[in-house]
């Protein structure tokens, strides 16, 4: 099936540096990919749409320069969250949609941020 | 635009006893349907997805679900929870026939007591 690998799964860095976050589609083309934002006991919330060799589409109240997106390969999406503070600190989730199955929303296993 | 409701944060329930964790939606369009699971510090797996077609959805791990377009909603059931069932549950809509983002319920929480 679907696989889609999210690397790190864990990180700790410290206030004021940027981190990269990698989400991969291992065994299928991605033209579309989404990344989500998960707060403690908290549902999924969209952050954007990462778009192949487009610019993503945020989502309301969503700083486009702290959380840079590049979609530049049809496997992979990168999120970068830059200057990060301890607020910043959550899960992040990426998504991407196989258009070879039906419908199929695949997520990565997720990456715990804490800003210190 | 869509939205999910899942009335239930928490549900409890005894090992090999059944259960039901509910789920209702909101849309003016034709929707798909999801119901995803949770494990600590993990990312989601599909259970289960409607997207047309017989209204009872059989999905992995002895889950099932019901659409109910009347009633807007979609149901999951369990006729015998495991210990290994507990986990976080999310229930998610998207538009029909779109590439569209998914939006997710609030979650619930099923804990299994042994």
């Known amino acids: 099936g679907a696989v889609v690998s999210q690397h790190p799964s864990r990180v700790i860095c410290k206030s004021g540096t940027s981190v990269k976050i990698e989400c991969r589609s291992l065994d299928f083309q991605a033209t579309t990919m989404f990344w989500y934002r998960q707060f403690p006991k908290k549902s999924l919330m969209l952050m954007a749409t990462?778009?192949?060799?487009?610019?993503?589409?945020?989502e309301q109240g969503v700083e486009k320069d702290k959380f840079l997106i590049n979609h530049a390969s049809l496997t992979l999406s990168t999120l970068t969250v830059t200057s990060a503070h301890p607020e910043d600190s959550s899960f992040y989730i990426c998504?991407?949609?196989?258009?070879?199955?039906?419908?199929?929303?695949?997520f990565g296993s997720g990456t715990r941020l804490t800003v210190v | 635009a869509q939205s999910v409701t899942q009335l239930d944060s928490q549900v409890p329930v005894f090992e090999e006893a059944p259960v039901e964790l509910r789920c209702n939606y909101s849309?003016?369009?034709?929707?798909?349907l999801f119901w995803y699971v949770q494990y600590p510090n993990q990312g989601l797996q599909l259970l289960l997805k409607?997207?047309?077609?017989?209204?009872l959805v059989k999905g992995i791990n002895g889950f099932e679900a019901e659409f109910n377009k009347s009633q807007t909603s979609f149901h999951l059931r369990k006729p015998s929870v495991h210990i290994s069932d507990t986990a976080e549950y999310f229930c998610a809509v998207s538009e029909a026939g779109s590439a569209r983002q998914l939006t997710f319920g609030s979650g619930t929480q099923l804990t299994v007591l042994p």
């Open positions: 998504s991407a949609r196989d258009r070879g199955r039906d419908y199929g929303y695949t």
């Open positions: 849309s003016s369009v034709s929707v798909y």
């Open positions: 409607y997207l047309s077609g017989s209204t």
């Open positions: 990462s778009n192949e060799g487009s610019k993503a589409t945020y």
